[in-house]
């Protein structure tokens, strides 16, 4: 560890630790001089550990900690726990506790040096003890010691502490202390004797041999290390995690807890703990081999008060820092990416003078986003309530809302319902809840709820090429900044109402139960591709994982010139990804997730894209997740497998934000573009190119698997894009850009797949309320517009506006500009779904009792004529007729023959004003002919015609014409 071996010259002993350049001066806290420095002071608003808290008694797998870089390496290569130790060795004298933290080390002589610490009341007292075996003869040794905090800091030597006949080393800044030979035992010893009001701190020491000119360290490292009034602490769970509750309850408990962060690359690592108000303030050198496995570190604290109202961080150190384009800055303090809470808290001033480094000139940072331990103790008075279960609605039946909090619950229409104290905040979405209800959406996905950060915005992107490429997938806010995630355990703080960032998590639950009390589901848009630390964050200024350990978080490393992309393809990202989506499933209760940015998901390490990616693959697998509703959204198919042409690897579990049916619905309806009706009718029916099954050679299973097609998620925009009257052109004519968000809207409804909406949508009454007409619509027709199953049989036949013909398919009349003829529209009938239930039961009980034909030998098999069924009444059967007019000049629409006995009737014509746009109860009844206005659609059922009797004259001489075409 960098922070023991910083500093230390090569010769025997040690030296004081050289001051590294442009180093704050430290404070007494930290850094002592002299002969007459004062003894560690307890931190002012942090409380000492209680007395006899730290006397907790230890398992015996953890009784025992042998320490060496050489043969003691089968744990992870650094620490060993011996299981069978439960009673002290041997060498250690009888007056050590059974649960004293007891430690043995390899010796750089090939011998061995055992220590202890054990709690007495409000003493701790660490014990050496050498056996004379492992000296040369004739050694009379010292113990040559000192105790620090900080890594690298200067070794301090308390007056209460120091043993009688001790002697400051002056060129090293040791302290040199005789060590006591015990003949009975044959062994060297001294116990050094700490008040517990000192702790949590490191004791270093090594083995001095006077008029030898030797000295005896580990056989790795400088020193040897023990852990005075804390623990070695578990590289597991990572995070906080509560160990043992020694007093108290709920936020005031005094409580153990543990400490664990991944960093491979970290060459020192401490743990800084302050209140929340930003009172006080611990920082803790970890040591690489007692607080080190593998590439967890990790140190377990004891006796700590009032556990509910600290947080804390993490001062990662590296050999190459940012100065040096490194990914560590240890000016800054890191949040933990595991803990599930965080605050802003303005450290104080000791946070800066116990950094071996100043911030970048000009770079001092304001409020710091710090983990927060409330959450270990919530459940200290009882247990917590269960998250409310969701109503669990099926795909083929759900219709999505996508929402960002922070823009739904706050502007001009959040007005009407939402008060001003909760403009902005999880708690409006509540307020807004009659919105969400009536505008006939199923689920709910919220956006921007991972605790974030505010990043510049980049500059825009030249269009792309390729023509599955969909828009920029966030708009930046009107101050030119974009939202990143920061950390994807914990909820966004500057969304919580009353200005307490602490209840965030509290009323982010409540809005989750308020919404599964209405009938609504819940997913959450997770974006596991850009973070918050793009160039170290604003500023400059490092801000969690890629200060940690950015080579193994983030693509291309960190350091100043970070690109900020998570590197999904690494193991321990890939884990990070799956316990932070089953964190929020096990304590929100969400039902589901939206994975933006999916791409990133499906490359490698080094960034190769996968057909068969891991991370994908293991959240298909996973059985929490698989269980739940997982929706992916790939935002560059040139970064998809196969060139996107499959959409993001889904093992049949995944479902697709279908960006295909945004663009191929705006390039006909908004654009008029030609040779595009064949791309339409691929996205009303399902999107089989993307969902359907595709068995081909070398194509994996992960993408060659069948989906349903409601797992095609149909959008107008892909997560978190431009409005919906932006997107239909309203910007530049609002006229025609209504007309035509309405046509959008329609082919929305009545497209095979799973509807997607856009909050947009609720900011305009009469969008609001076409848009939920439509979805009466297709839940009153969907056996006829969404059939479950791709071959699912249904009687659907297409038209051109003469409806004697196809519509023009290659687009070689759309391409002669010969008028009216980039026009689409189908018809699809059936029985009604009362009518088909009856069949149904009819055909199986004749089926049941149908008498077996008889057996004649010698004859073969005789094929028995099904009875044909008489056709249906008309009151049993229905119809629908859609079409879409994207030409610029009106197009006369001659209207195929409805089903027998039956007349169309309108239900939906989006040129008409409000409220005649969308009448679900059926309009006028009309006859064969009918004018469609430019970039309109319409839409008609099958409805019984009416007594010729009950019609005026010129009705029935028109309605009689008719029926005798």
Not at 230 to 242: D, E, T
Not at 578 to 593: C, K, P, Q, S, T
Request: hydrophobic share 45%; glycine share 10%; net charge neutral.
């Amino acid at each position: 560890m960098r922070g023991l071996a910083r500093g230390y010259s090569d010769r025997p002993g040690c030296s004081v630790p050289a001051r590294r350049a442009g180093a704050p001066r430290r404070s007494a806290a930290t850094a002592w001089r002299g002969a007459a420095a004062p003894a560690l002071p307890v931190l002012a608003g942090l409380p000492a550990p209680a007395a006899g808290a730290a006397a907790v008694p230890a398992p015996a797998a953890r009784s025992v900690h042998s320490l060496s870089a050489g043969s003691a390496r089968s744990r992870s290569g650094v620490v060993v726990h011996a299981a069978t130790a439960a009673a002290p060795l041997p060498v250690l004298p009888p007056s050590v506790g059974a649960d004293a933290d007891k430690f043995r080390f390899a010796a750089r002589n090939g011998g061995m040096v055992y220590a202890a610490v054990d709690t007495r009341d409000e003493e701790l007292t660490v014990t050496v003890t050498v056996p004379a075996e492992c000296l040369p003869d004739g050694a009379d040794p010292q113990l040559q010691w000192g105790m620090f905090r900080v890594p690298g800091g200067v070794w301090q030597h308390p007056a209460d502490v120091v043993p009688a006949g001790s002697a400051k080393d002056a060129s090293s800044g040791a302290m040199r202390s005789a060590m006591a030979y015990d003949k009975r035992r044959d062994v060297w010893e001294l116990q050094l004797r700490i008040r517990r009001r000192l702790a949590p701190v490191q004791c270093a020491f090594d083995l001095h041999l006077p008029g030898m000119g030797a000295t005896v360290g580990p056989r790795s490292g400088r020193h040897f290390v023990v852990p005075v009034g804390m623990g070695a602490g578990n590289p597991g769970p990572l995070g906080p995690s509560l160990v043992e509750v020694t007093a108290g309850t709920g936020p005031d408990a005094t409580a153990t807890l543990n400490f664990a962060v991944f960093s491979r690359h970290a060459a020192s690592m401490s743990l800084c703990l302050l209140r929340a108000d930003g009172a006080g303030y611990l920082e803790v050198g970890l040591d690489p081999l007692a607080n080190r496995t593998g590439d967890v570190w990790h140190v377990q604290l004891r006796g700590l008060k009032g556990v509910g109202g600290l947080v804390y961080g993490w001062r990662a150190g590296g050999d190459k820092t940012w100065a040096d384009s490194g990914s560590f800055h240890p000016a800054y303090i890191m949040l933990d990416p595991y803990c599930p809470r965080a605050l802003p808290v303005t450290l104080p001033q000791a946070a800066y003078d116990s950094a071996p480094l100043l911030p970048p000139q000009g770079k001092l940072p304001g409020p710091v986003l710090l983990g927060s331990l409330a959450h270990l103790t919530e459940s200290l008075g009882g247990p917590a309530p269960a998250a409310d279960a969701g109503p669990r609605i099926a795909l083929d039946e759900s219709v999505l809302l996508e929402l960002d909090v922070g823009a739904f619950t706050s502007g001009p229409d959040a007005e009407r319902l939402v008060p001003p104290a909760h403009a902005g905040t999880y708690l409006g979405v509540v307020d807004r809840l009659p919105d969400i209800v009536a505008s006939g959406a199923t689920t709910v996905v919220l956006s921007n709820v991972f605790l974030s950060s505010l990043t510049a915005a980049p500059p825009p992107e030249p269009e792309s090429d390729d023509p599955d490429a969909a828009p920029t997938a966030v708009w930046p806010t009107s101050e030119g900044t974009l939202r990143r995630p920061l950390s994807f355990f914990a909820p966004e703080v500057a969304l919580a109402a009353g200005g307490d960032p602490g209840a965030a998590a509290a009323q982010l639950k409540a809005v989750i139960d308020a919404l599964h009390g209405a009938g609504l589901e819940v997913l959450l848009e997770a974006e596991f591709c850009f973070t918050a630390e793009v160039a170290g964050g604003p500023g400059g200024r490092l801000q969690s994982m890629a200060g940690l350990d950015g080579d193994m978080y983030v693509r291309g490393g960190g350091g100043p010139r970070a690109r900020g992309v998570l590197n999904t393809g690494q193991t321990v990202v890939r884990q990070l990804v799956r316990a932070a989506l089953r964190h929020w499933v096990g304590e929100y209760g969400v039902d589901g997730f939206l994975l933006v940015h999916a791409e990133n998901l499906a490359q490698g390490a080094l960034g190769a894209v996968a057909d068969s990616p891991p991370l994908l693959e293991e959240l298909a697998a996973d059985p929490l997740l698989r269980s739940v509703k997982l929706l992916a959204s790939g935002g560059e198919p040139s970064l998809l497998p196969r060139g996107g042409e499959r959409g993001v690897p889904h093992y049949g579990v995944l479902a697709e934000w279908n960006g295909r049916f945004a663009r191929d619905i705006a390039a006909l309806l908004r654009d008029n573009a030609g040779g595009h009706l064949s791309s339409l009718a691929t996205r009303l029916m399902g999107s089989p190119d993307l969902t359907a099954a595709r068995w081909e050679e070398g194509l994996p299973g992960g993408l060659a698997a069948p989906r349903r097609p409601a797992f095609s998620i149909n959008a107008l925009a892909p997560p978190g894009g431009a409005p919906l009257l932006s997107l239909a052109g309203g910007d530049y004519n609002l006229e025609r850009g209504e007309v035509v968000a309405r046509s959008m809207l329609l082919a929305l409804a009545v497209a095979q797949g799973t509807p997607a909406l856009n909050a947009s949508v609720l900011a305009r009454a009469g969008l609001r309320r076409f848009a939920a007409a439509a979805l009466e619509l297709r839940r009153k027709y969907r056996q006829l517009l969404a059939p479950p199953m791709h071959d699912s049989p249904r009687d659907i036949t297409w038209h051109n506006a003469s409806s004697t013909w196809e519509p023009d398919w290659s687009g070689e009349a759309a391409a002669a500009y010969v008028p009216g003829s980039n026009f689409i529209a189908f018809s699809v009938r059936g029985l009604t779904p009362a009518a088909a239930a009856r069949a149904a039961a009819a055909a199986a009980a004749a089926a049941a009792a149908a008498p077996p034909l008889p057996s004649v030998p010698g004859a073969g098999a005789m094929a028995v004529p099904a009875p044909v069924p008489p056709p249906p009444a008309p009151v049993d059967t229905q119809g629908v007729y859609v079409a879409f007019n994207p030409n610029p000049e009106p197009v006369a629409v001659t209207l195929p023959p409805p089903p027998a006995g039956l007349q169309w009737r309108r239900l939906i014509d989006t040129s008409r004003l409000p409220p005649d746009d969308a009448v679900p109860a059926g309009a006028e009844l009309l006859d064969r002919e009918y004018v469609l206005a430019p970039g309109a659609a319409l839409m008609l059922d099958a409805a019984l015609r009416p007594p010729l009797e009950t019609l005026s004259g010129s009705a029935r001489a028109s309605a009689v014409y008719s029926r005798l075409e």
